[in-house]
């Protein structure tokens, strides 16, 4: 019964404010006000707040169980200077570490950028989205066991006639010195498709390699005891109205708990979108993710709703259903109410 509610709440309140969005997105003052005061070229002012409730079905575990949560609370402070410099500082108060991004660069051109200090490598196309524009309130299973979400390092990228290059270099210790003084590279090559579709097509490929002993692999996955080699490829299709991505990713890594061989993780994810109302759209995404010498596959179903009060007032809603290869399948509702700006 309580689930009813919820979702009858939140199906009326998207629905309640579908038919004057389009009104709002062109009449936000307040909106404009503020991107007057506080966003200009050489000091932008960025703020990211999420709120979010989650309910697990079984009265468990899942998800976090049933609570509340503060999802993020993020200030940005970015800008380009003098003589093609730029900056960034990025915390969240939400988590542990504060500190998101601390970084230096110079733009010589669109072809080149170089950026030095703590950042979010671009590797993988499920990580490098920032958590305001992702298209499900938590990202892939997959990308948590394998990719670590911020460096520190020096990276190379730029845009070249619809290709998209990165290169980096980093300690492969997240947001720590280098434990072991040697480091973790870090690659993407991508090519985006202006006139395949009535939209836009990307492709990509990526990959990373070093020897990162001690550090847990991705943010929920092994402690590695040496190497890891992860590879990958996704792709994403957008229109006005249809939304198509697919990504796969696979490491092998040596973890501690197999001294002995390495461990292959791999996993990927499908996910579809349908825009029915100009700011509303309803997605589904299937994602499979499995240890090699573990002998496991877990897979998850998600049903999501994305909607935009005004342009920067936004809500997520999702049901995931988890069917893990062992124990007993899982369920649960979550919710996330968004200002960005």
């Given at each position: 019964m309580k689930v009813k509610i919820i979702?009858?709440?939140?199906?009326?309140?998207?629905f309640m404010n579908a038919a004057g969005s389009g009104i709002q997105?062109?009449?936000?003052?307040?909106?404009?006000?503020i991107r007057g005061l506080v966003q200009h070229e050489a000091f932008m002012l960025n703020l990211l707040v999420q709120s979010g409730f989650r309910y697990?079905?079984?009265?468990?575990?899942f998800q976090g169980g049933r609570t509340f949560e503060v999802a993020n609370a993020r200030v940005s402070l970015r800008g380009e200077i003098d003589n093609r410099f730029y900056y960034?500082?990025?915390v969240n108060m939400a988590s542990e570490p504060n500190l998101l991004d601390a970084y230096a660069g110079y733009r010589h051109s669109d072809a080149l950028r170089i950026t030095a200090g703590a950042m979010k490598p671009?590797?993988?196309?499920?990580?490098?989205?920032?958590?305001q524009e992702t298209d499900f309130v938590d990202r892939a299973r997959i990308t948590g066991h394998l990719v670590q979400s911020r460096e520190i390092g020096l990276a190379a990228e730029g845009d070249i006639n619809g290709f998209?290059?990165?290169?980096?270099?980093?300690?492969?210790?997240?947001l720590t010195d280098n434990n072991n003084n040697k480091f973790y590279g870090i690659g993407r090559l991508q090519y985006t498709f202006d006139d395949a579709v009535p939209g836009t097509l990307q492709v990509a490929v990526s990959g990373s390699h070093g020897d990162s002993r001690g550090i847990r692999s991705g943010s929920v996955g092994p402690v590695l005891r040496g190497e890891r080699s992860i590879y990958g490829a996704d792709l994403r299709m957008e229109t006005a109205t249809v939304l198509l991505a697919a990504e796969y990713l696979a490491g092998n890594v040596e973890i501690a708990e197999l001294p002995g061989s390495k461990e292959l993780i791999s996993g990927y994810y499908l996910?579809?979108?349908?825009?029915?109302?100009?700011?509303?759209?309803?997605?589904?995404?299937?994602q499979s993710w499995g240890y090699r010498e573990r002998d496991f596959r877990d897979n998850q179903l998600t049903f999501g709703i994305n909607h935009d009060f005004t342009g920067i007032t936004s809500f997520q809603a999702n049901f995931d259903a988890y069917f893990p290869e062992e124990g007993d399948n899982r369920f649960g509702l979550s919710l996330i109410l968004q200002v960005y700006f």
């Open positions: 979702l009858l709440f939140t199906a009326s309140v998207i997105a062109q009449d936000e003052p307040l909106a404009e006000q697990s079905l079984s009265d468990d575990d960034r500082i990025l671009s590797q993988t196309a499920d990580y490098i989205v920032s958590p998209y290059y990165y290169s980096g270099i980093f300690n492969g210790s997240r996910t579809g979108g349908y825009r029915f109302a100009e700011s509303t759209m309803a997605l589904v995404r299937w």
